[in-house]
């Protein structure tokens, strides 16, 4: 396949990202931050390279992330922070496994994700 139509640059370091578990779009997409139709118009980002999601990753299998500045968890409120780390990990773990589930991309969020779409689909 020609580069061009691999297409799926990271936005910050410029190297490729090569697999949906390493995919900072997907991992949001499973987190229900970006909708299905807006999926593939987004640019792709490696996790590592978004700091202000990736260091609420608090698993063995990845290295710890810490986000510098305004957004970094330090500063903020460690009820919040445990939250977004207990979600943010679920969803990571959720991704690290979607290529073993063999299911298909509409599938892909985190079951109160997908619950609250087709909540909203049924008003
Ligand atoms: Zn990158």
């Excluded at 909708?35 to 996790?47: D, G, K, N, V």
């Excluded at 599938?107 to 049924?122: I, M």
């Amino acid at each position: 396949m020609a580069r061009c139509e691999q297409g799926y640059l990271c936005d910050v370091c410029g190297e490729d990202v090569e697999a949906i578990t390493e995919s900072d779009l997907y991992l949001r997409y499973v987190l229900g931050e970006v909708s299905p139709l807006a999926l593939p118009t987004m640019r792709e980002r490696h996790i590592r390279c978004n700091p202000a999601t990736a260091q609420y990753i608090v698993d063995e299998a990845f290295a710890p992330v810490r986000c510098q500045g305004m957004f970094a968890k330090d500063l903020l409120d460690p009820e919040q922070v445990k939250e977004q780390e207990s979600k943010i990990t679920r969803a990571w773990r959720r991704l690290q496994e979607i290529p073993r589930l063999g299911i298909a991309i509409p599938d892909y969020p985190l079951p109160e994700v997908l619950a609250a779409w087709r909540a909203l689909n049924d008003r």
